[in-house]
């Protein structure tokens, strides 16, 4: 059973803030929809921050890098620092480093778009694909030799996917049983401005049906473990004070709960109070419900 | 348990020939491999249709039209005429055309190559997409407004594969829940003079993954029933005395025996003596055996 929270009973709010010390938090449905701040965000974060809390934005788009993500922020008045945002993007250039310790002599070859490369530029990691134009063709692919130099193969969404791409990230897995296999995230879907379109796990899935099912790849964003191994590479917490705040049982909650932090689930963005009390409740229950993360208002105002 | 054929025992040939009038072939691997013949399959075809028996070669290919195909036929040196070519191209058409009554107006949204485009337009429907320049673009899709006029989205192979097309085919079937989707196959890859490649199943695969469980694909390709649907559609055959000639247990094979037709595997493809007799033998198991399609020369030796 979740604790339903009520700002009729603000006590109850500080003593989330007593109990937890790091704040992460999903962004989309929870601080902002698309371009419209959710009122009291920014103050609560001002109020988290004060309280020496520290906080953490993690996302699973991949499409832009941290330094992109964070004018996001900045263009609705939110504070946050480039290494507080942990983007699936970002995430996976350090599962590759840190997690994995991917060998220098080694390079990845990359199916997504230009946030992608810049966050494994960050982390050192030499890549191939990407944006190079010789891969972004829509004629018939040549020949694809072996490459031992291609140690891992990163896919993302991916807006210029082709068959070139899909061709050698194939060919590059299928003859080298040894080639890490990474996604970014594997989300079927993504809310674009133009409506919801085909996301990074739909760019994933011609090669996990060419390569069959003896070749997963690790997916990196919510709601798998391996995006919280890679906050844990560069953030020192202690899960047991750490709550995710976030708007879907699926990924955000899901993702807390697997990795044994507190949870607390905002209505505000897709999932509803029948998602949790209707005739057919998820199975995913996160420790903490409230109407809004505006609520934590309440806890200084208490 | 199958009958193996032997040319020591040449008369079960002739038996062979007595039982059945309309013999269905694979290609690949039972006539040809690649550019290369195998022995004895032109006398063989030529012994049937001295004995008045209908041909009809069946295959998965989508890229190339009935009229592309039989070029290979023709280089080959075997007889081969374009009404008894049945790749999954045409059988989709026939498909749309014959057992769908696909209405006159409205028009099918098409993720493949110009082959796929000339059977459509030989059975009188209605497309888009395709090999439009329009839809041929890397840059990312624009706005999708929904289209009624689209009744059917179909996917086959296609090397110019992009985001644009999987976005657009993923509108017109998420949008409206009547449109038709359909696969001419679902091979996920394909033997290229390059080297294997994604295939089909893989060009399908993120428009599944997109839209979820809820909403599958008819795939038209062997072994799914709807190939032999098609076939009906245009000959007039008596199932029980109709054989189908293949090299692949679960393609070939498994779509003879799912349609109610005898079946002849030949080992000159890719099912080896070990898939059958081995430790752990297929579960599709061919009324008959034998060495090669060259093998069937014995019955007028005998």
Redesign the interface.
Known sequence: MSVRLDTKAPERYQELLNKYDTWMFDCDGVLWHGDRLIDGAVEVLHILRSQKKRVLFVTNNATKSRRNYKKKFDGLGIEAHVDEVFGSAYAAAVYLSSVLNFPMDKRVYVIGMSGLEDELRSEGISFIGGTDPAD?????????PPDPSVGAVLVGL??????TK??RA??YL?SNPECVFLATNDD??FPSE??????A??????????L?PNRPATAIGKPNSTMLDAIKAKHDFDPERTIMVGDRLNTDIKFGKAGGLATLLVLTGITSEENLTGPSPSTIVPDYVTASIGDLRAAVAS
Chains 1, 2 share one sequence.
Do not use: M, Q, V, W
Not at 158 to 163: A, E, G, L, R
């Open positions: 972004n063709t829509l004629s018939a692919p040549g020949e694809i991916d807006t210029s996917i082709n068959y899909l061709s194939f060919r299928h079927s879907t133009k409506g919801l379109l085909p996301g796990g739909a760019i994933l899935a011609p090669l996990l049906t060419a069959g």
